[in-house]
């Protein structure tokens, strides 16, 4: 394959999943979920001996679409940086996989799913799901596909938290791991921050209970409100103000409450745009999920613990110095515990006034950071 | 007054200063309030040659009750470490005023008051104000009261933004000014977070337009929305962190949308109790308010220049280092800008991990600064 380094096309597939009610996806609550589906996409091609394989696991409100071009939006995926021909994760190389998380809302099973013992889209029936719930049902596609060892589990944010329970719960079937932008366990502030998205969306009356599908309505104020709370998360104190700073739309104030500066329409874009593309029992749900995050919680609070049996994957934990959502000290203390496991970790904090959307953007040191990595993890590896 | 040092008590009074229609309040958008009240509470005696006259600007979402016992809440005053016998302000020495701010919902004309020339509550139709205006119906109260210079102008957050206009606007009208924790124009950021605030309050649909008083609804759900985003922003994330960290309120999960973290209840409870006791329609203005503010603006972005009158005036500059709000950079603008224009000026960054609502809480350091500069200048301006 493009051994002459000319540049070929993209292989892409993409497809749904679905699994036979014989085989439930188990959940950490004690429930299960039959008839679970899973959407993914893929770029590349799987080589002969199956281990050019990567999974990128997405953040919060992503998708299965991390390159190619996005079937909704129209837009390139959302790690086209990180992933393409000539790019760190080149399908000439990889057969690279993301999937959309369960309780999402891109063709997963999740909370506007039917549910199939009723008929009726689950909404709050839905399960309450984890992320080790998440990373339980992507091993369960990726052993559905034949594939025994991924080469490497990718992910930023959410996806960082994926990564380290992948490393956690099935560290034989991985080689390599990249956790971005992320953290071990949820912080207070960042529960507090999801409780008001989410009270933002409860208070809602169109949300009826969780169940506005069945209604026909949705309950798009109040997800707007709990994205713009959201977004402001994602930036830097300096991005906004190099940005926007108190920039005005028009020439001088209204004098009412339009939105007269720039970052209060930016804002209120985001949060209009958002409702057009997530469901709001989604972010209910993985919200939920992000917050009862916890690796140390079940070792005691030790959380080197939850990496014992990881000591043969090769890490890299990357951070951004102006991310104040998952500052560096969280992505010290997963090097400090991988360390004390005796795993190989790589450590980078990253200069950069982003703030968290950092690890989506065009970060030079990031990406040629995370290029050395993969090259170097191949070559132990023996891939080509 | 005590000269013996015996502890006497604290001469209080409180009262509604109503100004004549034909002394109305004009505003920096062109209008007028005519028929203006304001709620004001004070503790301390006037002296004789009226020169014992400190004035205290409140933040946001608080009132005239700096000290003493809060009518509705029958809790103490809100800057109670500050106000009282033998505090750094002191009814025995200081004549202690504190009004609650125009557009306010304490007592104060604002939307939630009778429109004089409609028999109706104002609503939407309350005019925009500014900090400035806040400050100008401050001084009508003030030179009413026959008080020409006061002792010392004091606020911390919103109170040092009127504190810095006060230095600006009425330079010959007082001796020392104090700003804690405070900005001389409002940040990118946090216009941001309150337009996150206005945005719920508008999205609930009690607000009804604004007109929620008339219809006999209250939008309680948008407003405590609002308050528990802002009240993110009042912490630091080491303060959350150390107050809650992942404690959860029984003994294990819900798995659910309960309030299973007890950071989670703490902010729930917050929202809930602030609908209580403050207006929605207030909360619109008085954050319109602080994102209309920025005092180099009139100048052509020259900070100094809102300062070049205010020489004669002793400043005392305190921010702390976990205030994430207004971070001590802010201070150092308004600190240098003060240089600039020749005036004198302390500062101090105080090491709290408390967040922005440190200037509240009892900060040792800050407390003993404040008497400290409250010393001095008396002793400059010859009182005992």
Known sequence: MAEDGAHIAMVEDSGTWRFPASAPLRLDSGGEIAGLEIAWRSFGTLNADRSNAVLICHALT??????????????????????????PLDPDRHFILCANVIGGCMGSTGPASINPATGQPYGLSFPVITIADMVRAQAMLVEAMGIETLFAVVGGSMGGMQVLQWAADYPERLFAAVCVASAARHSAQNIAFH????????????????????????????????RMAA????????????????ELRRDGLSWGFDADFQVESYLRYQGASFVDRFDANSYLYITRAMDYFDMAAPHGGVLAEAFRKARDVRFCVLSFTSDWLYPTPESRDIVRALNAAGARASF????????????????????????????????????K
Chains 1, 2 share one sequence.
Do not use: N
């Open 195 to 226: 409780e008001v998205g989410r009270q933002a969306i409860m208070a809602d009356p169109d949300w009826r209970g969780g169940d506005y599908v069945r209604a026909g309505v949705r309950p798009d104020k109040g997800l707007a409100v709990a």
């Open 348 to 383: 980078m904090e990253i200069e950069s006034d982003k703030g968290h959307d950092a690890f989506l953007l065009d970060e030079p040191v990031m990406l040629s950071a995370l290029r050395g990595f993969f090259e170097a993890a191949a070559a132990a590896r023996g891939l």
């Open 62 to 87: 992503l998708d299965q679409h991390v390159a190619g071009t996005h079937p909704v939006s129209g837009k390139p995926g959302w790690w086209s940086l990180l992933v393409g021909p000539g790019k």
């Open 231 to 246: 977004h402001i998360t994602y930036l830097s104190e300096g991005a906004l103000q190099r940005k926007f700073g108190r």
